[in-house]
């Protein structure tokens, strides 16, 4: 298996895949998403872009998204709105992006007798945790209208398999972080606010729980599932290890050697029932069908972010809210 399209590609954890898929020798066509700019995102400044061929296009348009398909081998499927506050706003975006583009690249993926089709979810379907650590059995909860468009499309990806046999697997990824990530996280939110000099940065609840996994290592699963012969099936993505934003403030404040004041900013916070207050991965089926583990601990992983926001500041604007 040589020919690896990526969607999404453009983006924060895409165009690390693509960089990483390179590395290990396969042949990589990169879709970013159109605009009259031609700019292709963070694969723009890859080391690696010589290497891959970029397509600008969009997966809500059918046509395009099946002549794309052609002569490709395995599909990564990244492509999608991830905002969760920008979904309060623009509900119909996520559907048109996140739903009907997936079935676009699932039709065409069909059509063109793809042989691998891995579709990329959230660890936001899950909702709060009505258990931890979280495996795939967990009841899917549509705590925004975001969560709502993925599951609706990881249902889709896998009534492709029923339906028509097509090779379908659904990586399920929870909480990543990493250089290029943009600021409407908060581990980039927190650093860039504190780069750029603030004695008082703006934050929302710092209570919730997240899983948090380097990008890299992200990206080790999601290639891991390339080996598997069998489909159908549903891999968690994660480290098996919660911690509360409050506790990765103060990692980075000590990595950083810097003590800020916090004020809560109530634009950042979710509406009560759509905050989703605890993510904690159990990603022992992955482990078991790949022997894939997450490698990078949370304080690496936070000093090589630290780095590339450092020498990246003037791409972020700190002083704003991003969405």
Same mark, same amino acid.
């Given at each position: 298996?040589?020919?690896? =399209?990526?969607?999404?590609?453009? %983006?924060?954890? %895409?165009?690390?895949?693509?960089?990483?898929?390179?590395?290990?020798?396969?042949?990589?066509?990169?879709?970013?998403?159109?605009?009259? *700019?031609?700019?292709? %995102?963070?694969?723009?400044?890859?080391?690696?872009?010589?290497?891959?061929?970029?397509?600008?296009?969009? @997966?809500?348009?059918?046509?395009?998204?099946?002549?794309?398909?052609?002569? /490709?081998? +395995? /599909?990564?499927?990244?492509?999608?709105? #991830?905002?969760?506050?920008?979904?309060?706003?623009?509900?119909?975006?996520?559907?048109?992006?996140?739903?009907?583009?997936?079935?676009?690249?699932?039709?065409?993926?069909?059509?063109?007798? /793809?042989?691998?089709?891995?579709?990329?979810?959230?660890?936001?379907? &899950?909702?709060?945790?009505? &258990?931890?650590?979280?495996?795939?059995?967990?009841?899917?909860?549509?705590?925004?209208?975001?969560?709502?468009?993925?599951? +609706?499309?990881?249902?889709?990806? @896998?009534?492709? &398999?029923?339906?028509?046999?097509?090779?379908?697997?659904?990586?399920?990824?929870?909480?990543?972080?990493?250089?290029?990530?943009? +600021?409407?996280? /908060? #581990?980039?939110?927190?650093?860039?606010?504190?780069?750029? %000099? +603030?004695?008082?940065?703006?934050?929302?609840?710092?209570?919730?729980?997240?899983?948090?996994?380097?990008?890299?290592?992200?990206?080790?699963?999601?290639?891991?599932? @390339?080996? =598997?012969?069998? *489909?159908?099936?549903?891999?968690?993505?994660?480290?098996?290890?919660? &911690?509360?934003?409050?506790?990765? @403030?103060?990692?980075?404040?000590?990595?950083?050697?810097?003590?800020?004041?916090?004020?809560?900013?109530?634009?950042?916070?979710?509406?009560?029932?759509?905050?989703?207050?605890?993510?904690?991965?159990?990603?022992?089926?992955?482990?078991?069908?790949?022997?894939?583990?997450?490698? #990078?601990?949370?304080?690496?992983?936070?000093?090589?972010?630290?780095?590339?926001?450092?020498?990246?500041?003037?791409?972020?604007?700190?002083?704003?809210?991003?969405?």
């Amino acid at each position: 298996m040589r020919n690896i =399209l990526v969607t999404g590609a453009d %983006g924060f954890i %895409g165009s690390h895949l693509c960089e990483s898929l390179v590395k290990k020798g396969f042949k990589v066509r990169a879709l970013s998403q159109y605009n009259s *700019f031609n700019f292709w %995102g963070h694969l723009e400044k890859s080391p690696f872009l010589k290497d891959m061929e970029v397509i600008s296009g969009d @997966l809500r348009d059918s046509f395009f998204c099946e002549k794309i398909t052609k002569n /490709i081998d +395995a /599909i990564f499927h990244l492509g999608a709105l #991830i905002a969760i506050p920008y979904s309060y706003t623009a509900p119909q975006s996520y559907v048109d992006t996140n739903v009907n583009g997936t079935l676009n690249m699932l039709e065409a993926a069909k059509k063109n007798e /793809i042989s691998h089709f891995i579709h990329t979810s959230t660890s936001e379907v &899950y909702g709060t945790a009505f &258990y931890v650590p979280i495996d795939e059995k967990h009841p899917l909860q549509p705590q925004s209208p975001y969560s709502a468009s993925k599951i +609706a499309a990881d249902m889709m990806a @896998l009534s492709y &398999y029923n339906s028509f046999n097509l090779n379908v697997n659904i990586a399920r990824p929870f909480n990543t972080y990493g250089p290029k990530q943009s +600021a409407r996280a /908060i #581990i980039p939110t927190i650093i860039t606010q504190i780069l750029s %000099g +603030a004695k008082e940065i703006k934050l929302g609840d710092l209570s919730p729980k997240r899983d948090l996994n380097f990008v890299l290592d992200t990206c080790e699963g999601f290639i891991s599932l @390339l080996n =598997l012969k069998h *489909f159908g099936e549903v891999y968690n993505i994660g480290s098996g290890v919660e &911690y509360s934003m409050q506790e990765v @403030l103060d990692l980075i404040q000590k990595i950083l050697d810097s003590k800020v004041k916090i004020i809560q900013d109530e634009q950042r916070l979710r509406p009560k029932n759509s905050e989703v207050f605890r993510l904690c991965c159990d990603a022992s089926k992955l482990k078991k069908a790949t022997n894939w583990q997450s490698k #990078i601990s949370l304080e690496e992983g936070l000093r090589q972010s630290i780095e590339y926001f450092k020498e990246n500041l003037e791409n972020y604007k700190s002083e704003l809210y991003n969405v």
